[in-house]
């Protein structure tokens, strides 16, 4: 069968990368062939995005040049990794997809969350994830806790807050293609929903 693309959304620090991580030693337990991937910066032009917008060394950058360079990365990372893994028949769980997109530069930074998401979609040859997990909690008890911050993440308390009220948009406007957890619960408690909800796509496209 088609692989099965599991993305995870949610603002800095929620515990995105240790969820996918458990996802997908479950996933290789069960037999399954897995790409454990991100975004930005899980390519070689990827990567040079991703230092370009991130490091608080470039300064200041234009909102539409910042999304831009974002999407650029998504091309390619579509290119390079996730669709060939889809077809052949892997796994594929992301951290970050579309959605940060959206709300980190289509709601944070004020420029049109449905500009910003005609943008993304383009960029992506419009590639649905069969299942995006949103990892959601109060920045306050997130992104505002790290002290090593990135520029994105150095953006203020109010960016933030549009930041999370972006990604509760996305999952409004689906809800049968999200799973909507809150970060700060119990870690086995997340791990296990998010395993549930993957078996039932798996045996879904089996049947």
């Given at each position: 069968?088609?692989?099965?693309?599991?993305?995870?959304?949610?603002?800095?620090?929620?515990?995105?990368?240790?969820?996918?991580?458990?996802?997908?030693?479950?996933?290789?337990?069960?037999?399954?062939?897995?790409?454990?991937?991100?975004?930005?910066?899980?390519?070689?032009?990827?990567?040079?995005?991703?230092?370009?917008?991130?490091?608080?060394?470039?300064?200041?950058?234009?909102?539409?040049a910042e999304a831009l360079?974002?999407?650029?990365?998504?091309?390619?990372?579509?290119?390079?990794?996730?669709?060939?893994?889809?077809a052949s028949g892997v796994?594929?769980?992301?951290?970050?997809?579309?959605?940060?997109?959206?709300?980190?530069?289509?709601?944070?930074?004020?420029?049109?969350?449905?500009?910003?998401?005609?943008?993304?979609?383009?960029?992506?040859?419009?590639?649905?994830?069969?299942?995006?997990?949103?990892?959601?909690?109060?920045?306050?008890?997130?992104?505002h806790q790290k002290t090593?911050?990135?520029?994105?993440?150095?953006?203020?308390?109010?960016?933030?807050?549009?930041?999370?009220?972006?990604?509760?948009?996305?999952?409004?406007?689906?809800?049968?293609?999200?799973?909507?957890?809150?970060?700060?619960?119990?870690?086995?408690?997340?791990?296990?929903?998010?395993?549930?909800?993957?078996?039932?796509?798996?045996?879904?496209?089996?049947?």
């Amino acid at each position: 069968m088609r692989g099965l693309f599991v993305v995870f959304e949610g603002g800095d620090g929620v515990g995105k990368s240790t969820q996918v991580r458990h996802l997908a030693e479950w996933l290789q337990n069960e037999g399954h062939r897995v790409l454990v991937t991100h975004e930005p910066g899980d390519t070689p032009v990827g990567l040079k995005l991703r230092q370009i917008v991130l490091d608080p060394a470039t300064g200041d950058i234009d909102p539409r040049a910042e999304a831009l360079l974002l999407a650029a990365d998504k091309a390619q990372h579509l290119y390079e990794k996730v669709r060939p893994a889809l077809a052949s028949g892997v796994m594929v769980v992301c951290d970050r997809y579309v959605d940060s997109l959206i709300a980190y530069q289509g709601v944070g930074r004020q420029l049109g969350a449905q500009e910003v998401a005609d943008l993304a979609r383009w960029a992506t040859a419009d590639i649905v994830p069969d299942l995006t997990i949103l990892m959601d909690v109060e920045p306050a008890r997130a992104v505002h806790q790290k002290t090593d911050r990135d520029r994105l993440e150095d953006a203020g308390a109010e960016f933030h807050q549009r930041v999370r009220q972006g990604f509760l948009a996305c999952a409004e406007a689906a809800p049968e293609r999200y799973l909507v957890l809150h970060a700060r619960d119990k870690l086995e408690h997340n791990v296990a929903a998010v395993r549930a909800r993957v078996a039932e796509l798996i045996a879904a496209a089996r049947a």
